[in-house]
């Protein structure tokens, strides 16, 4: 399974991203998936999941009212929504995708990790 994100960038608070997760050698619509994010000198934390079909979510604190997480499973791709970007949203961003069909805030839970994107968030 390859995971491609993409959408990060630069953007001064209060601005938005769309960041974007696509996904080849798997068919993505039987699994749940993820973001995560890891901001310099800090572990990676959990920033959102959904379910296989969509009909669950989950968010961290921190993000939540902020960031939306959807999934297209035809296009086999997940999208994290970021409205309202704060300074200490600043980090980079990791889809992944979850060996279960639920939604799961752990690590472990997950197999395939992509790249991840870099986003700034300017004050």
Same mark, same amino acid.
């Given at each position: 399974? #390859?995971?491609?994100?993409?959408?990060?960038?630069?953007?001064?608070? $209060?601005?938005?991203?769309?960041?974007?997760? !696509?996904?080849s050698?798997r068919?993505?619509?039987?699994?749940?998936m =993820?973001? /995560? *994010?890891q !901001?310099? =000198?800090?572990?990676?934390?959990? &920033?959102?999941?959904?379910?296989?079909?969509? $009909?669950?979510?989950?968010? !961290?604190d921190?993000?939540?009212?902020? /960031?939306?997480?959807? *999934?297209?499973? !035809?296009?086999?791709? &997940?999208?994290? #929504?970021?409205?309202?970007?704060?300074?200490?949203?600043?980090? &980079?961003?990791?889809?992944?995708?979850? %060996? $279960?069909?639920?939604?799961? %805030?752990?690590?472990?839970?997950?197999?395939?990790?992509?790249?991840?994107?870099?986003?700034?968030?300017?004050?």
């Open positions: 399974v #390859q995971l491609q994100a993409s959408g990060g960038g630069l953007v001064q608070a $209060g601005g938005s991203l769309r960041l974007s997760c !696509a996904a050698g068919t993505l619509s039987s699994y749940g =993820g973001w /995560f *994010r !901001a310099p =000198g800090k572990e990676r934390e959990f &920033v959102a999941a959904i379910s296989s079909i969509g $009909g669950s979510t989950y968010y !961290a921190s993000v939540k009212g902020r /960031f939306t997480i959807s *999934r297209d499973n !035809a296009k086999n791709t &997940v999208y994290l #929504q970021m409205n309202s970007l704060k300074p200490e949203d600043t980090a &980079v961003y990791f889809c992944a995708v979850a %060996r $279960g069909s639920y939604v799961y %805030r752990s690590r472990l839970q997950y197999d395939y990790w992509g790249q991840g994107t870099q986003v700034t968030v300017s004050s």
